[in-house]
């Protein structure tokens, strides 16, 4: 594990692990991730953070993407070369939701992820470990228009949180919607 990955997580126990099967090109990286709670203080290894999630909500409903692969409530994306992390999160929730953010999100946790399988050829993000950064966000305008048109994403709304609740959403998801709870 990278040293300086070692030294934040040192002390921390995760709120859930999970394993998880991505695809990467022909071959598929065998993953595990824990979901940390972190406080907006805290400050990760940044080289480790591939993208950006939030936690959108909306008058006390959640936001719920759905995709190909089925429904879930941290929309987000790769960090661009060159651009900030909260430039990286609104610019997501723009293309994947068509919300733009009021105020300032708030770092409430994140995923670790460890790839145990052989980095694949031309593999361009950090390995083994890397990291997604979970903020909670309140949206405030709708851009319909801003949603990326051939994007993965088939749809976005929001939902009371009974609703999301009862979705069958990974470990992870559900512990942070514990979390939002308590923001």
Request: include cysteine; hydrophobic fraction near 40%; proline fraction near 7%.
């Amino acid at each position: 594990m990278d040293k300086g990955l070692k030294t934040f997580l040192c002390g921390r126990s995760p709120l859930v692990e999970e394993e998880q099967n991505w695809q990467a090109g022909a071959s598929a990286l065998l993953q595990t991730r824990a979901t940390y709670t972190l406080l907006p203080s805290d400050s990760p290894p940044l080289r480790l953070v591939t993208s950006v999630r939030a936690l959108l909500t909306r008058g006390g409903r959640i936001m719920v993407v759905r995709d190909p692969e089925g429904e879930h409530i941290i929309p987000g994306g790769r960090v661009d070369a060159g651009e900030g992390l909260l430039e990286a999160l609104e610019r997501e929730l723009l293309e994947e939701t068509g919300w733009s953010v009021r105020g300032d999100p708030v770092l409430i946790g994140l995923f670790h992820y460890h790839i145990h399988s052989p980095e694949p050829s031309g593999y361009r993000y950090p390995y083994p470990d890397f990291l997604q950064l979970v903020y909670r966000a309140e949206a405030s305008g709708h851009f319909p228009d801003a949603v990326e048109a051939s994007g993965y994403e088939l749809g976005a709304g929001f939902r009371a949180l009974n609703d999301v609740q009862r979705l069958a959403l990974s470990q992870g998801e559900m512990a942070l919607l514990q979390l939002l709870q308590e923001f």
